[in-house]
């Protein structure tokens, strides 16, 4: 019937159906069309095909892509869209301050929902490679995916609905299994965490978050490819009212980064700076000897020399250079003098940086007062 031929099988004394494309089965019935699962019941090739898998229903039918190879030949509908390249993140600190929309091509959500409520297994592969860039972090998410409906989903490829854990951390094969995802242990390689998720209520993936990735920057120094590490005490900062040498302190916390690990940093690095700048209204950094100002280097040694002057103690930049505005003084404020002066340049010994602490006194007196301002930790260069 529907114009089919039936053919002959003597070997097996029965009899075949040479079906019109679009028609199959014994008596060459029109086949289904919900899924490419169905038409493949037809026998027909892979390629683009038309589908509505809700029947007559209020959801429009599409076109998708049909695989009739992969997975034994079931038939598999295959959705693109337009973030399959592997793409970079990388500047963006906070958790899911990074995002990227997910656009399937030329179909909607609801009939992406239809499809996957049609079909008996929907997979989609999803995988985060890191350098040193976490996707949990002390019970906080900082890379995650969103559901079709809109959901933050805590869960990883290969882990359905198992919050925090990635595939690795499911079947104890991550390179540190005290963590439940490879990228959670901020090793300085490139790891990553990858598989499927199969949950089909939640999928496909409407969009992608992360944070947690320093910042590299590829144009500053030549061009070199500069490793730029924030902290907390970047903003410029008033000191008043405290007298005593280095009563006022203030410690300096690196994001999500830990003084062991600078340390590596900096040891895998060529060079390294971070600026430092102590503006002063007859505030002094040294008198008579005695330190007033001064920085703790990440080892909690107490620094005497500022910046651009490394390891010259009671030094700032001017005092090397004969610039100072009174050459008496190794800094500029230590001339006390009732006007706004400062003492600014970049450190630059790297076993000693990052700077970990900041103190200052010399404030307490009603006209005394100074502002501190820190830079972010720069390092560049191959060894």
Not at 275 to 289: A, N, P, R
Request: hydrophobic content about 25%.
């Amino acid at each position: 019937m529907n114009g089919g031929v039936c053919v002959p099988e003597y070997v097996s004394n029965s009899y075949r159906c040479d079906c019109k494309p679009g028609f199959c089965g014994t008596h060459c019935k029109q086949g289904g069309d919900k899924t490419c699962s169905q038409i493949k019941l037809c026998n027909l090739p892979s390629g683009s095909y038309v589908i509505d898998p809700d029947g007559e229903s209020e959801v429009k039918p599409f076109k998708v892509y049909c695989d009739m190879v992969d997975k034994e030949g079931v038939g598999v509908t295959v959705v693109s869209h337009d973030n399959e390249n592997r793409t970079l993140v990388n500047g963006y600190n906070g958790p899911g301050s990074y995002w990227r929309n997910v656009t399937y091509h030329k179909t909607s959500f609801l009939q992406l929902a239809s499809l996957t409520a049609s079909s008996a297994h929907c997979e989609q592969f999803i995988m985060y490679e890191c350098y040193d860039s976490v996707l949990t972090y002390r019970g906080t998410m900082y890379g995650w995916w969103v559901s079709r409906d809109g959901e933050n989903m805590k869960y990883w490829g290969g882990a359905d609905s198992v919050d925090y854990r990635c595939a690795c951390g499911l079947n104890k094969t991550c390179a540190d299994n005290h963590y439940g995802c490879n990228c959670d242990n901020e090793h300085l390689s490139w790891q990553n965490d990858s598989s499927l998720l199969t949950n089909k209520s939640k999928l496909p993936v409407k969009q992608l978050r992360f944070g947690d990735t320093v910042y590299c920057d590829m144009v500053d120094k030549e061009g070199v490819g500069v490793t730029v590490v924030s902290h907390d005490n970047e903003n410029r900062t008033l000191v008043n009212g405290y007298n005593g040498p280095g009563s006022y302190w203030r410690n300096v916390t690196y994001h999500k980064t830990s003084f062991l690990q600078l340390a590596s940093l900096t040891a895998s690095s060529a060079h390294c700076e971070q600026f430092i700048m102590y503006e002063c209204y007859d505030s002094v950094l040294t008198f008579g000897g005695t330190m007033y100002g001064w920085w703790v280097s990440r080892d909690g040694e107490k620094m005497k020399y500022w910046g651009g002057a490394d390891s010259v103690d009671s030094r700032c930049a001017c005092g090397l250079n004969k610039t100072c505005a009174d050459n008496h003084y190794g800094c500029n404020c230590d001339n006390e003098n009732l006007s706004w002066q400062n003492d600014s340049s970049l450190l630059t010994n790297k076993s000693k940086l990052p700077v970990k602490q900041l103190r200052f006194g010399d404030t307490g007196e009603v006209h005394e007062k100074g502002y501190h301002t820190l830079g972010k930790l720069k390092c560049f260069g191959l060894l």
